[in-house]
């Protein structure tokens, strides 16, 4: 894929999604949504979305030949810097839309990871996203590769003088992914030993979908100050802090947050990063109760909880927002839009699952009170299983 390089800033780009038999028409406009708040986060201005409806991506070129005519037409009037396709395309796709359009061609799983790599602090966050990245783009190599990052050093850089560009690169990407796997070798044993060092404490983490408030409310829990932004995965790298309730220490980190195609590589690269998840004794489920698909969200969160053996866990729901979800109710009564009321939300919904459940707004700092009651309670009970006789 053209797009190796992470200073996009100031690019045009157009979005491209289908409506298919396995998503409506209305979740595709939400998924585009979305995908231009990645867009905007890696500094790229969207100008026009497109939409097909196809039963199946088309093979060649993912939407039909008569809708990538019309991209073209648009790409060549407007001066557009690169394209952007909301799910995953295969090396070939990526190879004959570039040889069709002649603009670098993106995915969502592209885009994310040149987002986390551009977000990515800590030297394990770096190497992780890097490796993912590599494995990612090893197979979409193309032509339009012009500004690939050379890191040949050491002996046998060119091969030969008759050697194509290409193979070269794959070469170089080759020899990258196994220093980068070295690397992440060693950090993961350098953070295996620093978290068995911690000893028996109780540890909490906070999950959730990106940009429901997960570092804002980390901050107003431990009174710190972590990096938080409306932006998607303004948190990258995992961050602990030490709290004390009612007497009892325990471990709190703020992890980095899920989305719906979240690359594969990625989630492989970064299961150092979520082990905070899985060797975890209580994860505080981050929900935005504005978003209007914060069930959907939910269940996105659950099902990657369960891919990374962390699904067992227990689990305290924090409904973030809250007094956003009020603004909009009191809008949607002026409009005759249902939306019903947090009490009403307490009694249906959310009374069926069996975690327990707070509502909180973490920029107000509502309900917070509440939120570590509840904290403190499983804490208690998660101290007492480390430390019986505690009483």
């Known amino acids: 894929m053209g797009g190796y ?23 595709t406009i939400e ?17 026009k979305q497109y939409i097909q ?14 809708k990538l005519e019309e991209i073209k037409t648009h790409v060549i009037a407007e001066q557009i810097n690169m394209v952007i396709f909301d799910d995953e395309l295969s090396p070939s796709q990526v190879r004959n839309l570039e040889n069709e359009l002649k603009v670098p061609i993106y995915d969502r799983s592209l885009l994310i990871l040149n987002i986390f790599l551009q977000r990515a ?5 770096r190497t992780q996203v890097e490796l993912a990245r590599y ?29 194509k560009e290409i193979e070269t690169d794959r070469r170089v990407i080759k020899e990258k992914i196994t220093l980068l796997k ?59 802090r030490k709290m004390v309730l009612n007497e009892i220490p325990f ?34 489920h981050v929900v935005d109760v504005s978003h209007q698909s914060f069930e959907e969200q939910i269940e996105i969160v659950n099902k990657t909880l369960v891919e990374i053996g962390a699904g067992d866990k227990t689990v305290i729901m924090v409904f973030n927002k809250s007094d956003k979800y009020l603004t909009q109710k009191s809008i949607s009564e002026e409009s005759d839009q249902e939306l019903i009321g947090i009490d009403a939300l307490k009694e249906t919904y959310f009374y069926k699952h069996k975690s327990p459940a707070v509502f909180i707004s973490a920029t107000q700092k509502d309900n917070i009170s509440d939120l570590r009651e509840l904290l403190i309670k499983e804490v208690y009970d998660k101290h007492l299983l480390i430390f019986p006789n505690y009483l």
């Open 121 to 125: 602090k800590t030297a394990q966050a």
């Open 251 to 284: 471990l709190i980190s703020d992890t980095v947050g899920f989305i719906r195609k979240l690359p594969h590589t990625l989630v492989e690269c970064f299961k150092s990063t979520l082990d905070e998840i899985r060797e975890s004794d209580i994860l505080l």
């Open 5 to 27: 390089s992470t200073s996009l800033e100031q690019e045009k780009a157009i979005l491209v999604a289908l409506v298919s038999g396995k998503q409506s028409y209305e979740q």
């Open 31 to 47: 998924y585009l949504d979305e995908l231009e708040f990645l867009a905007l986060t890696m500094g790229v201005a969207t100008v």
């Open 182 to 240: 070295e690397q992440l070798k060693k950090i993961d044993k350098q953070n295996y030993t620093q978290r068995k060092s911690r000893g028996k404490v109780v540890r909490v983490a906070l999950v959730g979908y990106t940009n429901v408030g997960k570092s804002t409310l980390m901050n107003v829990l431990t009174k710190s100050d972590i990096f938080a932004e409306n932006k998607l995965f303004a948190t990258v790298d995992s961050t602990v």
């Open 53 to 66: 409806r196809l039963e199946r991506p088309d093979t060649r070129t993912f939407v039909g030949k008569g």
């Open 135 to 163: 494995q990612y783009l090893l197979p979409r190599l193309t032509r339009m590769w012009s500004h690939l990052e050379r890191q040949r050093g050491g002996t046998g850089t060119r091969g030969g003088a008759g050697e």
